[in-house]
Nanobody, 128 residues
Framework: QVQLVESGGGSVQSGGSLRLSCAAPEYTFRAYCMAWFRQGPGKEREAVAGIAASSGVTYYADSVKGRFTISRDVAKNMLYLQMNSLRPEDTAMYYC?????????????????????WGQGTQVTVTV
């Protein structure tokens, strides 16, 4: 069982920034792809960003490219999502997730492969 704990959500005006954090067990970063997903009101859950365990290769949804940055601090057992230039459509519950593998292509969004684990979520609200 992988326990993930998110923090850092809140309310911000359009154009503002937030940084989400996800605390994870130390071994998680060596063995698991780590990712951020979100689910907005009335919307399906979507992949936002991911980082592969060994290579550190990153994935971003088209809607957040150039605005969001995923990173990890293995020494602190933390995963981050820096969100800049926030828009009202970024309003959602954001979830940290881990899985043995993440897969994506140029035309298909990121998917988690294998047993996956989720945090409880942190709310991000972007106001006009």
């Amino acid at each position: 069982q992988v326990q993930l704990v998110e923090s850092g959500g809140g309310s911000v005006q359009s154009g503002g920034s937030l940084r989400l954090s996800c605390a994870a067990p130390e071994y998680t970063f060596r063995a698991y792809c780590m990712a951020w997903f979100r689910q907005g009101p009335g919307k399906e859950r979507e992949a936002v960003a991911g980082i592969a365990a060994s290579s550190g290769v990153t994935y971003y949804a088209d809607s957040v490219k150039g605005r969001f940055t995923i990173s990890r601090d293995v020494a602190k057992n933390m995963l981050y999502l820096q969100m800049n230039s926030l828009r009202p459509e970024d309003t959602a519950m954001y979830y940290c997730a881990a899985a043995p593998t993440c897969v994506w292509t140029n035309t298909q969004s990121m998917k988690l492969v294998g047993p996956n684990y989720w945090g409880q979520g942190t709310q991000v609200t972007v106001t006009v």
